[in-house]
């Protein structure tokens, strides 16, 4: 059951950024293959602020914010400029990553390639802070609510961390990275999370053997930064900014 496209492009049309979408992908549940039919689309992408408005002395937003909701479905749209989305890439920040690589993308064109083109130039074991605090993150929410969408989350952020820093492949796909690392106890919880609507929360008794495991979960990180194959910063941020110079002085020559 794949995420409804269009309407999340009927979405971005009726809710612009203030300048022109270079990329905008569906990730949340349909990303990480627990989604149910009354799932949010959960978007976000990379915009682009036209050059001339970064020329003068007032200073443009970096955020584009939108929630609302088309055809009974609820729509959660975030744009980040590219400048911010680049330096945040260059930090290691996982969700720029996971929207550049995300399979599920409203549009198409030569900078969604050039992007997913300059994150081999970015990555580094810097991922490895961002993933361990997510990870914290989501451990705090489902101590908070117990809901299986949170529990599971904690397995999805992790097993990405992990996957990422050993093999420098971004894998959101939780049934997939289960499978792969291990954790195929997930498995039931995932289909059961596919086939119920509403939210489900788990009782403390069959959570607690899979929070068990969230100490081999967080050392799984650490010792995959400490052998992984990526380098300890970003190996070519030259030609991220090279690229992003060239794309600003495009737009201000179209303009």
Not at 9 to 28: D, K, S
Not at 39 to 65: F, M, N, Q, R
Not at 149 to 174: D, W
Request: aromatic share 4%; hydrophobic share 35%; net charge negative.
């Amino acid at each position: 059951m794949g995420p409804d496209l269009e309407l999340g492009r009927r979405f971005l049309a009726a809710h612009p950024p203030p300048g022109r979408t270079l990329l905008c992908a569906v990730i949340g549940s349909h990303l990480y293959g627990y989604p149910t039919p009354d799932s949010d689309l959960d978007l976000k992408g990379i915009y682009l602020t036209p050059t001339a408005e970064l020329l003068g002395l007032s200073s443009p937003g970096e955020v584009h914010d939108q929630l609302g909701e088309i055809d009974g479905t609820t729509c959660d749209l975030t744009l980040h400029e590219i400048g911010r989305a680049l330096a945040l890439l260059l930090k290691g920040n996982g969700n720029v990553l996971e929207q550049v690589t995300s399979e599920h993308q409203l549009v198409q064109g030569p900078e969604l390639d050039a992007l997913r083109g300059l994150v081999p130039r970015a990555l580094s074991r810097a991922c490895h802070a961002h993933y361990r605090g997510y990870l914290r993150g989501m451990i705090r929410e489902h101590e908070r609510d117990g809901r299986l969408k949170s529990l599971l989350g904690t397995f999805r952020v992790g097993l990405t961390g992990v996957h990422l820093l050993q093999r420098g492949e971004i894998v959101c796909h939780l049934p997939t990275l289960a499978e792969h690392h291990g954790f195929t106890e997930l498995l039931p919880l995932i289909e059961r999370k596919r086939s119920t609507l509403g939210r489900i929360v788990v009782a403390p008794g069959e959570s607690e053997p899979l929070r068990a495991r969230w100490p081999e979960l967080e050392a799984g990180l650490d010792d995959a930064r400490a052998h992984s194959p990526l380098p300890e910063t970003p190996p070519d941020p030259e030609r991220c900014e090279a690229w992003l110079i060239a794309l600003r002085r495009a737009q201000l020559e179209e303009a």
